[in-house]
């Protein structure tokens, strides 16, 4: 019984690290990260990634 439950646990744990290749942070976001810090609001569109600035300069 121990066993079964052993081999059932270990197989979801190997199952759920796979399925976190999925969760990476889009292209768009870790862009805007590296280029400066982000001060303001990211918008999520169907098609984009929109990043408004609360800073007066821009």
Do not use: N, W
Request: hydrophobic letters at 50%; proline letters at 2%.
């Amino acid at each position: 019984m121990f066993l079964a439950l052993g081999l059932l646990f270990i197989l979801a744990f190997i199952t759920a690290l796979i399925s976190m290749r999925d969760l990476g942070i889009p292209a768009e976001i870790e862009k805007l990260v590296r280029a400066r810090r982000l001060k303001g609001t990211i918008v999520f569109f169907k098609k984009k990634v929109k990043h408004y600035s609360s800073s007066s300069s821009s």
